[in-house]
């Protein structure tokens, strides 16, 4: 298993990172998840993903 301070970047990463982008960007209240949340974080940190994926929406 990697480390919990390894950045997610695999391709999966990015298409279910695009999908977790619009969910946590929505304002509706939804159950604490802190898995789904550490992993998140972590997308954001790389910069592929910051520059293409992790846009403000419409």
Known sequence: MLPLRCLPGSKADILL?????????????CPALPALTAW???LREHPAFAQHVDLPLP
Not at 17 to 29: H, K, N, T
């Open 17 to 29: 990172g695009a999908v977790a982008q619009r969910w946590f960007a929505l304002d509706v209240s």
């Open 40 to 42: 998140y974080r972590r």
